[in-house]
Antibody, heavy 120, light 110 residues
Framework: EVQLLESGGGSVQPGGSLRLSCAAS????????MSWVRQAPGKGLEWVSG?????????YYADSVKGRFTISRDNSKNTLYLQMNSLRAEDTAVYYC????????????WGQGTLVTVSS | QTVVTQEPSFSVSPGGTVTLTCGLS?????????PSWYQQTPGQAPRTLIY???TRSSGVPDRFSGSILGNKAALTITGAQADDECDYYC??????????FGGGTKLTVL
């Protein structure tokens, strides 16, 4: 059974940093592209970042986080990361880890999410 | 800036059929945009319904189907049930590893 478990959320002041983790199990983690998706309170889903699988590790970002967030993966630990720097109030959201079905065909599994609150 | 458009809200009668659509600001949706659809109830993580245009995710009933209708991706729900009342999101791949979510459709069953 595929499981994705996010951790690392919490409260941080504007300008601060936070690192999210997503522990994956139940599939060959290294073979699949992964993404982070967020949802601000009362708002819709927003794609944040993606990283390719298959050993490539190419990274992609939404314009809203480019230059501030860094996605990475440790295939030896079956873990996906999101390093978030220079956080802003508008980054406040539940952050979900998501696995792509194959290539960029769409997401087939989601984590339960971790809440990040940026506030002074 | 690519924008993915969805109807903000839609209403369907119990037992009825509804088709939600997903458009692309830059032109027509094609299979190479790998349209996918997600269902979300308040406070819960999204649930995958459809990926790659028309492939149902494991465990999704065949009341849910995906297609491309004209220049948009479409999600059709037949035999609507009360627990289908929630938010529906589409996602399109726009190239270069980038995917874009639509704004979501709030479906009411009444």
């Amino acid at each position: 059974e595929v499981q994705l478990l996010e951790s690392g959320g919490g409260s941080v002041q504007p300008g601060g940093s936070l690192r999210l983790s997503c522990a994956a199990s139940g599939f060959i983690f290294s073979s699949y592209a992964m993404s982070w998706v967020r949802q601000a309170p009362g708002k819709g889903l927003e794609w944040v970042s993606g990283i390719s699988g298959g050993g490539g590790g190419s990274t992609y970002y939404a314009d809203s986080v480019k230059g501030r967030f860094t996605i990475s993966r440790d295939n030896s630990k079956n873990t996906l990361y999101l390093q978030m720097n220079s956080l802003r109030a508008e980054d406040t959201a539940v952050y979900y880890c998501a696995k792509y079905y194959s290539g960029w065909y769409g997401f087939d599994h989601w984590g339960q999410g971790t809440l990040v609150t940026v506030s002074s | 800036q690519t924008v993915v458009t969805q109807e903000p809200s839609f209403s369907v009668s119990p037992g009825g059929t509804v088709t939600l659509t997903c458009g692309l600001s830059s032109g027509s949706v094609s299979p190479s945009n790998y349209p996918s659809w997600y269902q979300q109830t308040p406070g819960q993580a999204p649930r995958t319904l459809i990926y790659s245009t028309n492939t149902r995710s494991s465990g999704v009933p065949d009341r849910f189907s995906g297609s491309i209708l004209g220049n948009k991706a479409a999600l059709t729900i037949t035999g609507a049930q009360a627990d289908d009342e929630c938010d529906y999101y589409c996602v399109l791949y726009v190239g270069g590893g980038i995917v874009v979510f639509g704004g979501g459709t709030k479906l009411t069953v009444l």
